[in-house]
């Protein structure tokens, strides 16, 4: 790649960046400490940023500085997973007398982000479900059952086809189950 092709790279990188965080170029100048002029000229490939500059905007945008870069190079380095029907790691949690099956379906760690999907099936027991406390967003979809889930002071009643969305920087778990089987997909992503 020439120079110009890649500051017009960096620019698309840095407007796309910009857009998706829904913030105008002044409002990103005033947040980098840059003036609104200089990211006028990035965006559009009018001139190569310095280091400083690119790490501004990187902590203005709260992405690495390399996000800068992505369109620059073609990378012979990327993972993906396959995960075919009835496959994936099959495990068991036992907490305390508590145990359930899951199967790992994709677990995906870069610098910046940490990502995992799990099916997991409970069944009614004589003792309490863990609970969890973590970082990131959990997405939970219930395949079959029903069961009481807990999340902080409030109780939810999930059932086959709902869907339910969580910080999961609060308490949360299954505190109990409403049929004798109870199997959900959960899909969790945290900064890293």
């Not at 100048?29 to 905007?57: C, D, F, K, W, Y």
């Not at 982000?113 to 004589?126: D, L, T």
């Not at 959990?138 to 059932?159: C, D, P, Q, T, W």
């Amino acid at each position: 790649m020439n120079d110009n092709t890649i500051d017009m790279a960096i620019g698309a990188s840095l407007k796309e960046l910009r857009e998706s965080r829904n913030l105008n170029a002044k409002q990103l100048a005033e947040n980098a400490n840059v003036s609104a002029a200089m990211i006028s000229r990035i965006e559009n490939g009018q001139v190569s940023p310095s280091i400083s500059t690119l790490n501004a905007l990187s902590e203005a945008l709260d992405v690495p500085v390399v996000s800068f870069f992505r369109e620059t190079t073609s990378s012979d380095h990327v993972d993906f997973t396959h995960v075919k029907k009835g496959q994936g790691i099959t495990s068991t949690r036992i907490v305390n007398d508590h145990s359930h099956d899951y199967i790992n379906l994709a677990s995906h760690i870069r610098r910046d982000i940490g990502f995992e999907a799990h099916i997991v099936s409970m069944e009614k027991q004589n003792t309490n479900a863990p609970t969890y406390v973590s970082h990131g967003v959990v997405f939970m979809h219930v395949k079959e059952g029903k069961a009481r889930f807990n999340y902080g002071s409030r109780e939810i009643i999930l059932k086959e086809g709902d869907s339910l969305t969580l910080d999961a920087e609060l308490n949360h778990g299954i505190t109990e189950l409403l049929t004798d089987k109870f199997t959900f997909l959960t899909i969790k992503a945290e900064k890293r």
